[in-house]
């Protein structure tokens, strides 16, 4: 079965300060993809970054980067020089390939990030 | 690009009345869409897949005469909550999923509902 765990409920920084959000998943599907999303206290929820299983190379998008190691089942997620704006709840999520359902995703529980002035 | 909307972003009713929520894709086709509950500190919860011109496919221990998915064209799905219960107060979301850009989804800004 699919699972996506994100074992931190809550972290709180002061702004400015690196922080990394932890994502380990579990699937038996050899063809899947990973998505990190930011929910902001206006509740929509917006896309971050898809990365599928075949490519592990790390990504970097201005002050975001992550770090995907499918050795450790992990897609791990990096805010450096953090701003109050990113505060905000993050969910990691996975989905199979369309081919094999309908691309449903499984979401973590998801982290609030709250960044202090 | 990849804009979803969905109207009313707020409802309040009366228990027993329905209530019809829209997901609009604003500048793309979307095949499939998707309904999420999500209650408060939670995560979000997939209630259905709404595929164009085709019936639902609802999750397990979602009730489908409860909650009525219509996907009547490629940028429209409709979400009616039926004889609304103050427990089915909560945030509402849809999803489109882009044409060529299958796996990723583009959510909408949701919809609180409240039933009194």
């Known amino acids: 079965a699919q699972k996506v765990t994100q074992a931190q409920t809550e972290i709180s920084v002061v702004e400015k300060e690196d922080v990394t959000l932890d994502c380990v998943y579990e699937t038996r599907d050899t063809t899947y993809y990973l998505f990190w999303y930011k929910q902001p206290p206006s509740g929509e929820l917006v896309f971050l970054i898809r990365r599928n299983s075949f490519d592990e190379q790390n990504e970097i998008s201005g002050r975001y980067s992550w770090n995907f190691q499918k050795s450790t089942s992990s897609f791990n997620f990096t805010i450096t020089a953090s701003q109050v704006v990113d505060s905000a709840v993050y969910f990691c999520a996975l989905s199979e390939a369309v081919s094999s359902n309908t691309g449903k995703l499984i979401f973590g529980q998801g982290t609030t990030l709250q960044v202090k002035p | 690009g990849a804009v979803v909307s969905q109207h009313p972003s707020r409802v309040i009713c009366k228990s027993g009345t329905s209530v019809k929520i829209e997901c609009r894709s604003l500048?793309?086709?979307?095949?499939?869409m998707f309904w999420y509950r999500q209650f408060p500190k939670q995560s979000l919860m997939l209630m259905a897949t709404s595929n164009e011109g085709s019936k639902a496919t609802y999750e397990q221990g979602v009730e489908k005469d409860k909650f009525l998915i219509n996907h009547a064209s490629l940028t429209l799905s409709t979400l009616t909550v039926t004889s609304a219960h103050p427990e089915d107060s909560s945030f509402y979301i849809c999803s489109a999923r882009v044409w060529g850009d299958l796996n990723t989804q583009y959510f909408g800004p949701g919809t609180r509902l409240t039933v009194l």
């Open positions: 500048d793309f086709q979307a095949t499939t």
